[in-house]
């Protein structure tokens, strides 16, 4: 019995010292994953004082600072990268909207409802339906929002694999740039203050768990961790996570994904990392469907990143043209399934060692008239000319009669308004008949993380234990997870992020703003 005491006291001595740690936790500071967590005062002096700090100046996140702006918040944005953007500013620009102006315009039928079902489809049912009727629900005013405040759209709609109704809108530019650029501007003109070159450290709570602001790393160089200096900024309303995907994170997403190695190349920016994520994970956030991580299926293996290539087979080759495999001279699959039938069907192109076999995706100059990329792919060799079936056929060694007769098959189902080999949706097609023609090798990237934190249709962060909201904390755009399911349909990334952005902004707006003090 003697023996056993010592270790029965040291055993309560502990649980009692763990207990307390527990019920003071809230007061913790939750410090980036490469530092200790720090005893923190739970009201700390703040170096400068916000009522929404936006960390991310993405699609989501410049939606939320301009929302909470004009809704009369003092609004901080921070970004770690020396511009402003992230993937969001690379983007095609190309937003998927139900009940368009273009649309009625065109002539097109849509409905929400109609919508809701394409990406429930996509998503393979794993979708958070409230949350995506929320998205969707959103999209046409936020659309129109947005051209209110400097965006210009094509002046007509393009119909994106996976969609059963053509309803996508796209910036004049063919980049995200054409809504961040506008919405940068009418945030400072309303006063919101941007900083770059702000690593986020870690959240700031007070005594009763609420999150009241943010450390960071101010004149942060990205990628050198320990370059900066440490600032506090405070948020009486809240913080608004609006941190995007971890595409660039290799060790991260092969954990998700032990299959995305480094041969995988990504379309997004090297600053595309899971260290936000990491920190609202620390802070109890619930993690949704981290494993889900999209393939791009218009990308080329003969270029880095976005590329040229793939804005030409989003607005040429997938709308207008065909994929063939490079041996056969043969379709393989619906050009206009969702992105995820699209890259596993490309992904089982290999030879008997498994070595990628490129597929080549093609258009005549009719279809390609509208890709702006065109020229810029060209001069770089990653988009090749050829003014016959014949000379096309030569460049990339293919079967010259095998791909003759995939175009002639091709258009006999245009005619008939049926495709009967693959069952690809037929209301923009048109006949094949001329060149010249353009081609580009094609093999998928890492492209876009449907995974990340869980929210409600508030936009707030719910904690995994107790799947309540955490105070002060909030969530859009790609950080958040559920709303996709297994993949996410073309051009509702841009929807996602400025619908829920706006939402989120809306909701930290209207809370209640606790009082702090400046150092």
Not at 34 to 43: F, G, H, I
Not at 158 to 169: A, Y
Not at 187 to 213: H, P, S, W
Request: hydrophobic residues 40%; aromatic residues 6%; contains cysteine.
């Amino acid at each position: 019995m003697s023996n056993d005491m010592p270790m029965n006291v040291s055993r309560r001595a502990m649980l009692k010292k763990t207990a307390a740690l527990a019920a003071g936790s809230a007061t913790l500071m939750v410090a980036a994953p490469s530092q200790a967590a720090e005893c923190k005062p739970a009201t700390p002096k703040f170096d400068e004082i916000y009522d929404i700090i936006v960390v991310g100046s993405g699609f989501a996140g410049m939606a939320a600072a301009v929302q909470a702006a004009e809704d009369g918040a003092k609004v901080l944005v921070i970004d770690k990268m020396p511009v402003f953007g992230g993937n969001s500013t690379i983007n095609g620009g190309a937003m998927a909207v139900a009940g368009s102006s273009l649309q009625a315009k065109e002539g097109i039928k849509d409905s929400v409802a109609v919508m809701v079902e394409d990406m429930l489809a996509a998503g393979r049912g794993m979708n958070d339906k409230k949350m995506l009727e929320l998205v969707c629900n959103g999209t046409a005013e936020s659309a129109k929002w947005l051209e209110e405040r400097g965006t210009e759209w094509k002046p007509f709609v393009q119909h994106f694999g996976g969609h059963s109704i053509p309803r996508v809108l796209q910036t004049k530019q063919s980049s995200g740039a054409g809504i961040i650029r506008p919405l940068i501007k009418v945030a400072k003109e309303n006063g919101v203050t941007m900083y770059t070159q702000n690593d986020l450290r870690g959240f700031i709570k007070d005594e009763a768990g609420r999150v009241i602001g943010i450390e960071v790393q101010a004149d942060y160089f990205w990628p050198k961790k320990r370059s900066g200096t440490p600032k506090q900024y405070g948020a009486r309303k809240g913080v608004i996570m609006a941190t995007g995907g971890f595409g660039q994170d290799l060790e991260f997403r092969t954990i998700q994904q032990p299959s995305l190695t480094a041969d995988v190349d990504s379309t997004n920016h090297g600053g595309a990392t899971a260290d936000a994520l990491k920190l609202m994970l620390l802070a109890g956030a619930n993690p949704v469907h981290l494993n889900e991580i999209q393939l791009g299926p218009w990308a080329s293996p003969d270029e880095k990143g976005f590329g040229t290539a793939s804005q030409f087979n989003t607005i040429g080759t997938y709308i207008n043209g065909l994929v063939v495999d490079v041996r056969t001279g043969k379709r393989f699959f619906n050009e206009l399934a969702d992105r995820k039938a699209r890259a596993d069907a490309i992904m089982t192109r290999r030879d008997e060692n498994g070595a990628p076999v490129y597929p080549i995706g093609f258009v005549n100059h009719k279809g390609a008239e509208r890709a702006q990329t065109l020229e810029w792919g060209m001069k770089y060799n990653v988009i090749k000319k050829a003014d016959t079936l014949e000379e096309l056929a030569a460049l990339y060694g293919m079967p010259a009669d095998a791909l003759k007769q995939t175009v002639a098959d091709w258009n006999e189902a245009v005619r008939t308004g049926e495709d009967k080999e693959f069952g690809r949706p037929l209301m923009q097609a048109f006949e094949l008949t001329e060149g010249p023609w353009y081609a580009a090798r094609m093999w998928p990237k890492v492209h876009y993380c449907m995974g990340g934190v869980r929210v409600n249709t508030n936009s707030e962060v719910l904690h995994l234990v107790t799947n309540k909201p955490i105070d002060g904390l909030y969530a859009a755009g790609e950080a958040t997870g559920g709303i996709h399911g297994a993949s996410r349909l073309g051009a509702c990334a841009v929807a996602e992020g400025v619908v829920t952005g706006r939402n989120a902004a809306k909701h930290a707006a209207t809370s209640t703003p606790v009082s702090l003090e400046l150092a």
